[in-house]
C-alpha cells in the first residue's frame, strides 16, 4: 500500500535555480537601498544584453525583467520606461568615450597632432567594443526624445573635446555651425560603417577623417598630409 501511495504521489517540483547575480530570498541581511541596487544593476544589464541581441526596439521590458531575475512592479519602480533605463546604460557608455577621447587629445601640444591623437582612440575604442559602438551610434537613434536629446548633449560634448570650433586657428574664430557640421558628419559616418557591419575596421578610417577635419582649419595642404601619414599599429 505504501508503494501504491508513493507511486501515485506527484513528483516533487525542481526547485528554480537563483542566477548568480540574484539575491537570495527570505533574510539576507541587506538593507533596503542594498536589494535595490542590486535590482538596478541587474535591470540595467539585462537591458544592455537584450539591445545588444535584438537592437533597442525589440528589446522588451517582458524579456528585461526575465533575464534580470526581477518583476515587472520592481523594473517600474527603478524606471520609469524603457528609455530612462537606456539613458543610463548610454550615459556611462558615452561618458567612458568622452574620457578616452579628452585623454588622447590631451596627449599632444599642437591642434592637429591632438585631434588625431582622439579620433584614433575614439575609432578604436569603438573597434573594440562593437555593442558599445551600436548602442551609442545606432540605438540611440531609436529610443526617443529624452535619447534624443541626450545624443545631442554628447556630441557638443565631443565637439568641445576636439576643440572643433578652435581649430588650428587657436582662437576661436571658427563659426559655431562649422563645428557642429564637422560632429555631425563625423557621426554619420560611424552611423554607416557599425550599420554595415564594418565597426571592427573603424581604426582605417583614420587618414579620411582627419582629411574632413583639418581642411576646414589648416589648408588641403595639411589635409593631405593625413592622407598620407604612416599608419600606427
Known amino acids: 500500500m505504501s508503494g501504491a501511495g508513493a507511486a501515485g504521489r506527484a513528483p516533487a517540483a525542481t526547485p528554480k535555480r537563483r542566477r548568480p547575480d540574484q539575491l537570495p530570498g527570505g533574510h539576507h541581511g541587506l ?3 542594498e ?4 535590482q538596478r544593476t541587474r535591470i540595467v544589464e539585462a537591458l544592455r544584453a537584450s539591445i545588444a541581441e535584438h537592437g533597442y526596439s525589440e528589446a522588451s521590458v517582458a524579456d528585461v525583467i526575465k533575464r ?11 524606471f520609469a520606461d524603457k528609455e530612462e533605463c537606456f539613458l543610463e546604460i548610454y550615459g556611462e557608455r558615452m561618458g567612458r568615450l568622452e574620457a578616452v ?7 599632444q601640444d599642437e591642434w592637429v597632432a591632438s585631434l588625431r591623437a582622439g579620433i584614433a582612440a575614439l575609432l578604436n575604442a ?10 551609442c551610434f545606432v540605438d540611440v537613434l531609436a529610443a526617443g526624445p529624452r535619447a534624443a536629446e541626450a545624443r545631442t548633449a554628447a556630441m557638443r560634448t565631443l565637439e568641445a573635446t576636439l576643440e572643433l570650433t578652435r581649430g588650428a586657428a587657436g582662437d576661436g574664430t571658427a563659426p559655431r555651425a562649422l563645428g557642429m557640421s564637422m560632429v555631425g558628419g563625423l557621426g554619420e559616418v560611424l552611423y554607416q560603417e557599425i550599420v554595415g557591419d564594418r565597426t571592427a575596421e573603424l581604426p582605417a ?5 582627419m582629411y574632413a577635419l583639418v581642411l576646414p582649419f589648416a589648408g588641403r ?5 593625413e592622407l598620407t601619414r604612416p599608419r600606427r599599429r
Open 35 to 38: 536589494v535595490a541596487a542590486s
Open 221 to 225: 595642404d595639411a589635409a593631405e598630409r
Open 68 to 78: 534580470a531575475g526581477v518583476s515587472r512592479k520592481t523594473f517600474y519602480a527603478q
Open 31 to 33: 538593507s533596503p537601498e
Open 205 to 209: 578610417l583614420l587618414p579620411e577623417l
Open 126 to 135: 569603438l573597434a573594440l567594443d562593437p555593442a558599445a559602438a551600436r548602442l
Open 101 to 107: 577621447v579628452a585623454d588622447a587629445f590631451g596627449s
